[in-house]
């Protein structure tokens, strides 16, 4: 039979072309400018042909005129947002799911249902939490914050009378309690879960954003408590055990957005800032970030699972299921077996390969500061994890522009940013591939950008 004539050979022909391609890719990663190039969009903005083109053809075309247009963010000069890398294995692992294009579905795909489930429950006591806990993987954390808020929402109402299927319009009101510094993707959440953003009750954080667990409001059972594992800007954790105590003895649900800082407590020296972090009743966390599992990948983790069952099951949802799915825990029915990333990155890792990662993040975040200060730059806060927050104290605003200069020079990327108050800029380390070199020339871009910033003020 010839290529021509047999469709899957014509299938694996351009899946070894792709992954040619993507092996390129990844070798020319290390030394290229890290912000995209952007000159070859039009070539990919065409009128969609009236005949097709060849397989190889199409993806010569997005090589060539879309690889130039991808940021870095697979190497390790890249610092913005909390973004990670993917570990070989789960890059791999992502490769060979795409040939086997499986949806998550005990019925179509066993196998990668048991690697989703063995991968729930390796985090599940790589976290320490409960044993009654259950999960799901989501398309990243505002997906599985949303399935955890609804499954809170559902549960507090029926505890106060107002049974799931009866709607929103005749319930009883509901209390959002959250931290100052809640990240803004929680605000999307509940809206789209109908509890409104504007209403939230903010409580107070202290000098290193973590929510001040003595100022919370009087707390009762129609209230949702929203702790944060992790501050996008600092790292730092909210009390969750003290918070946890608080919702405990009033009733109130505790649900923690974990998405890049809950894996800390699978990490014994960064564990404690996470103690009783197991009393709350439901977690977020990405395995696209700090784990650096490819894109898209959250976890909506549940100590009641039959509650969240009973908000995202679509059948009969006061069953126990016969074939456990994820479709019965979360918003999504046909997804992607992507699981098996996350499964295929801790297996490669190991407990030790996953704690010296995450160590790695730390030591580095923490070399990243201590260098930023010897520059004369502020770093306000402690290193509790991988985020660092800079600022200058006396020309906070020029921080935009050594952002902007040191973008445009391809050397390293992040982003400006601003926190309590005060303009600078952030820097993440989370992806696994970051040596302490690119922290090196990362710290050197910066007083470079900084030099070149006030030589052109001078001038001007
Ligand atoms: C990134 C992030 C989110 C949103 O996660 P996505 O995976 O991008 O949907 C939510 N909360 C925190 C604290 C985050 O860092």
Redesign the pocket.
């Known amino acids: 039979m010839t290529i021509a004539s047999d469709p899957l050979a014509r299938q694996a022909q351009a899946f070894a072309q792709g992954a040619k391609l993507g092996e390129a890719y990844l070798q020319s990663l290390s030394e290229r400018a890290v912000n995209a190039d952007t000159a070859q969009l039009p070539a990919l903005d065409i009128p969609l042909p009236q005949h097709g083109q060849r397989a190889n053809d199409v993806l010569s075309l997005m090589q060539d005129a879309g690889g130039p247009g991808t940021g870095a963010t697979a190497a390790g000069r890249y610092f913005g947002?909390?973004i990670g890398g993917a570990l070989p294995a789960a890059s791999g692992a992502r490769a060979l799911l795409s040939a086997w294009d499986q949806c998550a579905n005990a019925d179509t795909g066993p196998s990668v249902m048991q690697m989703e489930q063995t991968a729930v429950r390796w985090i599940i006591d790589l976290l320490n939490l409960p044993a009654e806990t259950e999960g799901a993987f989501t398309?990243?954390?505002?997906?599985?914050?949303m399935t955890l808020l609804a499954t809170a929402r559902d549960t507090l109402l029926a505890r106060l009378g107002h049974p799931r299927g009866k709607g929103l319009l005749s319930a009883p009101a509901l209390r959002v309690i959250a931290s100052a510094e809640i990240?803004a993707?929680?605000l999307k959440s509940l809206r789209l879960i109908g509890l409104g953003s504007d209403d939230i009750e903010r409580v107070p954080t202290d000098d290193q954003g973590r929510m001040c667990a003595d100022k919370l409001p009087k707390l009762d059972a129609s209230c949702i408590v929203l702790a944060?594992a992790?501050?996008?800007c600092t790292g730092a954790f909210d009390p969750i055990g003290e918070i946890a105590e608080a919702c405990q003895a009033a009733g109130a649900w505790l649900h923690v957005?974990?998405?890049?800082?809950l894996w800390a407590r699978a990490v014994p020296e960064l564990s404690d800032a996470l103690t009783g972090l197991e009393k709350a009743d439901s977690w977020?966390v990405?395995a696209?970030?700090t784990l650096n599992a490819p894109y898209?990948s959250?976890l909506a983790l549940c100590r009641h699972p039959e509650e969240m069952r009973a908000s995202m099951a679509i059948g009969a949802a006061y069953l126990p299921p016969t074939d456990p799915s994820p479709a019965d825990l979360t918003p999504e029915f046909s997804r992607a077996a992507r699981g098996a990333e996350t499964y295929a990155a801790l297996l490669s890792l190991g407990r030790d390969g996953l704690n010296d990662m995450i160590m790695g993040f730390h030591s580095k975040a923490t070399r990243l500061a201590a260098a930023l200060r010897n520059e004369g730059f502020s770093v306000p806060h402690q290193v509790h994890f991988n985020q660092v927050f800079v600022t200058l104290p006396d020309t906070p605003d020029l921080c935009a522009t050594i952002t902007a200069e040191v973008q445009a020079s391809g050397e390293a990327w992040f982003g400006a940013a601003a926190w309590q108050s005060q303009n600078g800029f952030r820097l993440s380390v989370s992806n696994w591939a970051t040596t302490e070199m690119d922290i090196d020339r990362l710290v050197a871009a910066i007083a470079k950008a900084r030099e070149a910033v006030l030589t052109s003020k001078a001038v001007a």
């Open positions: 947002y909390v398309t990243g954390a505002t997906m599985a914050n990240h993707t929680v944060q992790g501050n996008v957005d974990g998405a890049f800082g977020v990405d696209h970030k898209d959250g």
